[in-house]
């Protein structure tokens, strides 16, 4: 069972940096597409940032694009979500997750196998 684990979240003020961190355990599990998705209470799960490992490539969402970045470690299957220039309205859980291939919908999280347990990210300003 393909396990995915989330850390670094906190409470940090508005324009300051904090690093997301997402480690894949178990499996077998490629790792060909991760991705980043948000939730505020009683919001919807929108997507943040995907990578596809198998092109070193990332996308992101209009939304962080230009603050966010993305690094991973292929041995380690570990992805990070480099979050800079922060804002009181990135507050919100942070999702990891992941599948076996890539996917065009890449910012649907239906298209997703496996989650982490989310870690809390507040912004203060």
């Known amino acids: 069972q393909v396990q995915l684990v989330e850390s670094g979240g906190g409470l940090v003020q508005a324009g300051d940096s904090l690093t997301l961190s997402c480690a894949a355990s178990?499996?077998?599990?490629?790792?060909?597409?991760m991705a980043w998705f948000r939730q505020t209470p009683g919001g919807e799960r929108e997507f943040v940032a995907a990578?596809?490992?198998?092109?070193?490539?990332?996308y992101f969402a209009d939304s962080v694009k230009g603050r966010f970045t993305i690094s991973k470690d292929n041995a380690r299957k570990t992805m990070s979500l480099r979050m800079n220039s922060l804002k009181p309205e990135d507050t919100a859980i942070y999702y990891c997750?992941?599948?076996?291939?890539?996917?065009?919908?890449?910012?649907?999280?239906?298209?997703?196998?496996?989650w982490g347990q989310g870690t809390q990210v507040t912004v203060s300003s």
């Open positions: 178990g499996g077998p599990f490629s790792g060909n597409a």
């Open positions: 997750a992941g599948r076996q291939y890539w996917t065009v919908a890449y910012y649907n999280q239906q298209m997703y196998t496996f």
């Open positions: 990578f596809r490992w198998e092109l070193n490539r990332p």
